[in-house]
């Protein structure tokens, strides 16, 4: 195991009905500014309900609407913006993982002396101040609701950049399990997918003795694939949705990650796809990890062998045979959620390996993977790989 | 999956070589106290390492030596003396569960307005302020490093007595496992069953369908006893010690226990064993927790049953069968550890019994475990399983 440290202050309120608890958890003489997306959040009543519960105590609250997916930097400023006008001094996103990474940007920006795009491209290392913000999860796929980091695009140049610092841990974070029995099937797709991957990427490296770490990512790959059927068939499964809740929070929250490598080169080499292409950000995922096992199964080995065995019940064959049906398997999850795995399902093809090559080039991502060894020839493998 | 709340603000600082980061982990001008057990603590060469680290900046430091094992309140209001005359602001445990419980105590106690011993009889519910305070942690065992709750043992009543509250986490907590190289062996097979024995009390109770804790608690559970025979037999095996205390402080940091039953009625039993006999706190356990599987199988038969079956790969044969398997199983990693599990052992009979039965009605201990449904004459029926 490696050396490592956890921190996380966030606190989590979890149930059935907790969206009222917002009027103990945001401070009674706060300044707050609501965040989210588009109507969905006015249409299924979250938002009525946060403004019910706000309007106890001695608030003022102003709302921010039309944050979209792949939160912009352009759309960002402007809730900086009134935040600096109306001296608010309390964020709270409503949404999925877009609508909180954007108001982490907010929290930052808002208060940052300089140009704010800045804090994307120092990565977060350069925040020294954030306002206090808390969430209302609506949409379990990023954990972004316990976690300090975020991913801004920047419209104007189609760079989509990652951002973490410890200011930016939510308050609070409220994650009630029947908030998400309105979204559609697509969006609970898509977040088993972004949840898988985010587990992945902290397991399926190479062994360092971390034995409750690859138990736990274990343990929350094979919740998934346990309840991804029903997860997506029946949207008012309350216990259903629940577990898939919780289980895409804990795939991100530090706690898996913590002493063992990281890999993220499917994130990295995803994000282009999403910035080029506007695909979906788990979508992308789907997309850039099989290939990604395949043409690593020699770094990966023993990981995939024990992500077989554990996750997938693989114990036949030869190693070369098993690692081979666990990357089959994990495909097939993919495609049995309707989630493609082949470039080619969204009418791309080779132009679009060149040009994810160049913007990994133009943003310095020419060195990814656990090992670093993922330079641009191995990149273009991966993608070639996924055509 | 029940409503929950999860909130911890533990840092974790987790590795070989890192008490020496005291030096910025506590305040530059904190009047600091170092509380700490027995000798091991000086021969150990930890305390040195300690206090070179709280060398540096403009702190005062004094020492706090001789806390017991299951700490005396006693011992306690003599800290407590100390650092209201010297006016102390942080304390600094170093040791093992018994250790940072009574620190605890000791950051409730001193700013308590009243006879602290109502803080135990009132399970800490009366904590409105509390010392910062830190851990080097040097027996994983307990999980007190990142936890709110303590107990604590009136000498003079033999009443052993547990408390909790927000304000009692730890600051931060130094994990190093190469402080644990020097630990004899009976305290690491202590260190084993405490901690899979609080795994189970949050665990071997009823399903509510909360998948991701249950794969977490099988997934200590299961380290726990891959680990047990290195942890015991190799006591400079870093991985392993690591391993050992990572799923200790895993085991009891409220993650496993969130949004599910609880039991504690083994805890319960057990500290009334040692308050009477002064056996170890784990070695109770030990003596407990079969007996009381055997008296509760019925109500705990489905999770009984997945325990069997994911713990210990108990696959064949009747649901009885394979209960009374999981159960002998249980029974056998105790014994294996050198760790009985019946009180003939410890030469107790029946006087043994009746000593306990009297006490837990005295303490109010009369409806235990996670249906309530434990009362004195099941406690019999438990007490009588182990003799």
């Not at 910035?275 to 788990?282: E, K």
């Amino acid at each position: 195991m490696k050396n490592f440290e956890f921190h996380n202050p966030t606190r989590i309120v979890f149930g059935l009905d907790t969206v009222a608890k917002l009027s103990t958890l945001v401070p009674h003489d706060a300044r707050v500014l609501i965040l989210y997306g588009g109507a969905s959040a006015e249409k299924t009543g979250t938002l009525a309900e946060v403004r019910t519960a706000l309007a106890l105590g001695q608030r003022t609250v102003q709302e921010f609407g039309g944050i979209e997916p792949n939160p912009s930097y352009e759309t960002l400023m402007r809730a900086v913006a009134q935040v600096r006008s109306e001296k608010l001094d309390f964020l709270l996103a409503v949404g999925g993982g877009s609508v909180i990474d954007g108001t982490k940007f907010v929290a930052a920006a808002a208060l940052y002396d300089g140009e704010p795009w800045e804090i994307a491209e120092r990565g977060g290392a350069n925040v020294q101040r954030a306002l206090p913000f808390g969430t209302v999860l609506t949409l379990p796929a990023t954990g972004s609701e316990m976690n300090s980091g975020g991913v801004v695009t920047k419209k104007a140049t189609h760079a989509k950049l990652s951002f973490r610092n410890p200011l930016l841990y939510p308050q609070f974070s409220v994650l009630d399990p029947g908030k998400t029995f309105t979204l559609p099937s697509t969006q609970v797709a898509n977040g088993l997918v972004d949840a898988f991957v985010h587990t992945t990427e902290q397991y399926l490296t190479y062994p360092v003795q971390a034995k409750v770490q690859d138990r736990f990512a274990e343990g929350l790959l094979q919740t998934l694939v346990e309840i991804a059927p029903q997860a997506v068939a029946s949207p008012d499964d309350y216990a259903t949705r629940a577990n898939l809740m919780w289980t895409a929070t804990l795939a991100l929250n530090g706690l898996i990650g913590a002493g063992v490598p990281q890999d993220w080169a499917t994130h990295m080499i995803g994000h282009e796809l999403t910035a080029l292409y506007d695909i979906d950000h788990a979508r992308t995922l789907a997309l850039v990890l099989p290939a990604l096992l395949d043409v690593q199964r020699e770094q990966k080995r023993g990981k995939l062998l024990q992500y077989g065995e554990r996750v997938w019940n693989i114990t036949q064959g030869s190693d070369d045979e098993r690692i081979a049906a666990a990357i089959a398997r994990t495909r097939a999850f993919f495609e049995g959620l309707g989630i493609p795995t082949r470039l080619s399902a969204y009418q791309l093809g080779q132009e679009a390996v060149e040009a994810v090559l160049t913007q990994l080039e133009a943003h310095g991502m020419t060195s990814l993977g656990e090992h670093r060894d993922i330079d641009l020839a191995r990149s273009r493998r991966i993608l070639e790989a996924a055509l």
